[in-house]
């Protein structure tokens, strides 16, 4: 609200002073008025920026706290399936083989792809080498070993790292007609994430589907 409106529509609804910080306004006067508006309008500010830097929150604070959780939960899941397929005398391969639809990736593939996502994401984030991993796995340990390297992975990376990386640019793709470029911010709120999600989701949903009995305290894991 501007000044000038402030004062008039005080001066209009109140005929007694004010007091503000022990000191008496004259309600007409339009110098007492002003100042008092500009002290309010500052108050107001100052209230906001103090919000804003109480709300802030760091790159890692983000991203590797959240990844590690899953990559926990992720792991347990693996662990329940397998304890439910030596329970009910089923092959192991049924579980890893297994899609919810046709046209889906197996659960061994939702597995290694949850995986890069978790290190691509913290690893692009604090600018360190990503480590290559052979997409080789066929086996439940061959998955919680991947699962666990990639939470070491992430674990070793230093929070300094990821200072400023919001604005860092992330280049997706690069070179093909795929390319994009996000912000780093972009990148970890608005495209990771979600992505690293979905396949933890889907390995989930996989096995709940073929009877492992899993809820959703499965899924969050330890918080």
């Known amino acids: 609200m501007p000044a000038a409106e402030f004062i008039n529509r005080f001066s209009e609804t109140t ?32 209230t906001g920026l103090e919000w804003r830097s109480m709300m802030s929150i760091s790159m890692y604070a983000a991203a590797v706290p959240v990844l590690k959780q899953m990559l926990d939960s992720l792991s347990d899941v693996l662990s329940k399936a ?12 049924v579980f890893l083989q297994a899609r919810l639809f046709p046209d889906m990736f197996p659960l061994v593939r939702q597995v290694q792809i949850a995986a890069d996502f978790a290190k691509g994401i913290c690893g692009r ?5 990503l480590p290559a991993y052979e997409d080789t796995e066929q086996s439940f340990a061959e998955l919680q070993a991947r699962v666990a390297k990639t939470k070491a992975f992430i674990e070793a990376l230093d929070a300094a790292g990821f200072e ?3 604005g860092r640019e992330i280049v997706l793709r690069p070179g093909t007609p795929k390319e994009k470029k996000l912000s780093g911010q972009a990148y970890l709120l608005n495209y990771g994430l979600p992505q690293f999600f979905f396949h933890v989701t889907t390995t989930y949903a996989i096995l709940r589907h073929n009877g492992v009995e899993l809820g959703k305290k499965d899924f969050m894991g330890a918080y």
């Open 15 to 46: 005929s007694q002073p004010i007091s503000h910080a022990g000191k008496g306004f004259a309600p007409h006067s339009a110098h007492n008025l002003a100042a008092l508006y500009n002290r309010l309008r500052f108050d107001f500010v100052l």
């Open 82 to 93: 397998e304890a439910h397929a030596s329970a009910k005398n089923i092959a192991p391969e």
């Open 125 to 129: 984030l604090a600018g360190a080498d």
């Open 164 to 166: 400023g990386s919001e």
